[in-house]
């Protein structure tokens, strides 16, 4: 299949750790498709292999979601959300009480051979201020075919009625694993401390509804029929990324023009319906956009017929949005998909309306492979651990 034109960004970040060095086994990769999701059993992975995992949609291009099958015994395949702007896995409980638990496909540690209660509690709170709340515990998941054994996860019986809504019972959190608020290993890390992926790499395809292009989750490297391998460009992490895929955000473009923005951070977050920035950052923004007008709540009002370009740079290089991404239509109205919002922090979200115009690619540990083709590194005969990220110099690809 050729690669598509429009997802032509690619983002890999790289950690700082100490381990042996990096043995490359296969790669898996998982395909997240736009439609029901089927199992895929017919045929054998090996242990080392790279992972394709399909993509569905709650609502059109507003959350991107897969089966991870939790459990043995009578494994239960659920629908999870996998999210780069968090760190912890949960999945809601048979026991939630919660009015946004009823009517939802809930996990039942009963049936489950593998599910091990630890005593103590969960708790997660998100940007967004949804929340979620319950007791730890661990058990096996299959990740498509990728098993994760005595994986950490959340037995949530409290959730915010923020995920009233949605089709997922869960969240995948796939930021750094030192981002945890509850101290988890993330199942992207324990399949890289098990030497289980070609490479310690995931990558996203956002597909778009209106054009009907798939979307599908890459679990140990990326899938090279989706983009031009000559056209990608590598972005560091920024320091102080506490876990998250922070990067340097050069500027931003409206309708080719640069606003002159400097010394902005970018949070790339799949698990976010819209571009969040502070609210002074917004104000430039729309200023730029004819007619827009703020209506409370981050939102702007903006004409139905807008057809203007935002751009973002980083590491020197523009990608562009497609104007319809820009828009969100309810009823007779339209409103910008970017917010301004003061979140308490000074860095942007880049979510799904950027996300979907690109391949992203996230590296977890590139530095490591890089000392083990020749640079210095210290001997160390543990298996790797939790990263510690506090300065990690992260790298990003995008092309």
Not at 107 to 120: A, G, M, P, Q, T
Not at 164 to 173: E, H, S
Request: hydrophobic share 35%.
């Amino acid at each position: 299949m050729h690669a598509l034109h429009i997802f032509t960004l690619a983002i890999a970040v790289f950690l700082f750790v100490d381990a042996l060095p990096y043995e490359r086994p296969k790669v898996h990769t998982i395909p997240l498709k736009m439609k029901p999701i089927t199992r895929r059993r017919a045929y054998n992975v090996s242990r080392r292999a790279t992972e394709q995992i399909t993509l569905d949609q709650d609502q059109p291009d507003l959350s991107y979601f897969g089966e991870v099958t939790f459990g043995t015994g009578e494994p239960q395949e659920l629908y999870m959300l996998f999210d780069t702007g968090s760190a912890d896995l949960f999945v809601i409980g048979d026991e939630c009480i919660s009015p946004a638990c009823s009517r939802k496909n809930k996990y039942n540690s009963y049936l489950d051979d593998s599910y091990k209660r630890i005593e103590r509690s969960f708790q997660v709170n998100y940007v967004s201020g949804a929340f979620v709340k319950g007791t730890c515990a661990t058990t096996d998941i299959e990740i498509g075919s990728i098993s994760v054994e005595t994986q950490d996860f959340g037995l949530v019986d409290t959730v915010s009625d923020d995920f009233a809504d949605y089709t997922f019972v869960g969240i995948m959190g796939m930021a750094l694993s030192s981002a945890s608020q509850n101290g988890q290993l993330t199942p992207v890390t324990n399949l890289i401390n098990n030497k289980a992926l070609d490479q310690p790499q995931f990558s996203f395809m956002l597909g778009r509804d209106a054009d009907n292009t798939p979307s599908e989750l890459t679990i140990g490297g990326s899938n090279p029929a989706r983009y031009d391998a000559n056209s990608l460009t590598w972005t560091n992490l920024a320091n102080n990324n506490k876990g998250l895929w922070k990067i340097p955000l050069d500027d931003c473009f409206v309708g080719g023009q640069p606003l002159g923005f400097q010394d902005r951070i970018g949070s790339i977050d799949t698990g976010s319906a819209s571009i969040i920035m502070p609210i002074a950052d917004a104000n430039a923004l729309y200023n730029k956009v004819p007619k827009s007008v703020a209506v409370g709540k981050g939102f702007y009002l903006i004409p139905c017929s807008t057809n203007i370009e935002i751009g973002l740079r980083f590491s020197g290089m523009t990608w562009n949005m497609d104007y319809r991404d820009f828009i969100l239509k309810q009823g007779n109205d339209c409103y910008g998909s970017i917010q301004g919002i003061d979140t308490g922090s000074d860095a942007w979200i880049i979510g799904i309306p950027f996300l979907k115009n690109v391949y992203s690619i996230f590296d977890q540990d590139h530095w490591k492979r890089m000392r083990s083709d020749g640079g210095s590194s210290h001997d160390n005969d543990s298996e790797e651990e939790m990263p510690d990220d506090s300065d990690d110099d992260g790298y990003n690809e995008y092309s």
